[in-house]
């Protein structure tokens, strides 16, 4: 079944035929403001030579009946009904979130092979998880993680965008570490700039990572504590180029959940950016 699948993205826009988990033509392309008028152009492309049986779009936001509610990579904090909008594009159209969408690709061609119960644990710019349990996607599970709020003290509790403070995303996501150090360094430089520092030896970058890190423990422990699983499969650019030094071990996990025992695997995911086009054309083939 063929699947015509896009990944919308905060900076790029990702557009391919899917065919049983192959992509079959792709088109990579920045993401443009009205991005379903780009959608439309990159159809005619893909569809040059097929005809997909069903078309399926997925988002950085919260989704409901095929309206993209908002969506803060892609600076948009209206609803859209992209269903409707595109409804002209193709008889059978789904549209879902990207975290949703990547948990299934994890499932069919992942780490679901071999793991029944694990959380997808992204960090990128912000923080989010999916939840599978027994190889199916736990629907309706909110995975907001990433606004739990781990840090009270006034010097570390900064602002965060749900308008709470100290939450797990504003301490150690790429905005987090540019928060820390905004802290230790007196100037808010990117995450990127930080990992580079740390690299030369800066001390000082080198202790806002391990406290980034801690803060993945403290945040990892929480998730543990809700549902103890057997893997954590961590995506993400930060998560992805970073895992070996923001990823916490065992015993930096130990100190934060009760479950001391049960510390479940954490690896990187293997399906690298096609992550998010596979996940839609599992959707697309239900
Ligand atoms: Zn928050």
Known sequence: ?????????????????????????????????????????ISKILRKNNQPASLVVIVPGPVDKGVMLNAPPLGIS??????????????????????DAAIEAEIKYGAGISLGSFYLLTISTGIGSALAVNGKRVENFAGEFGHTVLERRDKFSF????????????????????????????????????????????????????????????????????????????????????????????????????FKNRIPKIIKTKLGDDIGLLGASVIGEK
Request: proline share 1%; glycine share 10%; hydrophobic share 35%.
């Open 1 to 41: 079944m063929l699947v015509e699948c896009y990944d919308v993205g905060g900076t790029s826009i990702r557009g391919a035929l899917v065919n049983k988990g192959s992509l079959v033509e792709k088109v990579k392309e920045s993401t443009e403001k009205d991005f379903c008028s780009q959608i439309r152009k």
């Open 159 to 258: 602002y965060c965008g749900c308008s709470n403070y100290g939450c797990w995303v504003s301490l150690s996501s790429g905005m987090g570490i540019m928060n820390l150090a905004g802290i230790y360094l007196g100037k808010r430089i990117s995450a990127e700039d930080v990992f580079k520092l740390a690299e030369s030896k800066n001390h000082i970058a080198e202790r806002i990572i391990k406290r980034a890190k801690d803060y993945n423990a403290q945040g990892i422990g929480n998730m543990i504590n809700v549902m103890p699983v057997e893997g954590i499969v961590v995506m993400g650019s930060i998560g992805i180029e970073q895992f070996d030094k923001i990823i916490p071990g065992v015993y930096e996990i130990k100190k934060y959940t009760i």
């Open 78 to 99: 209206r609803s859209i009904n992209i269903k409707k909008e595109l409804s002209d594009l193709c008889d059978n159209i789904h549209i879902a979130n990207d975290i």
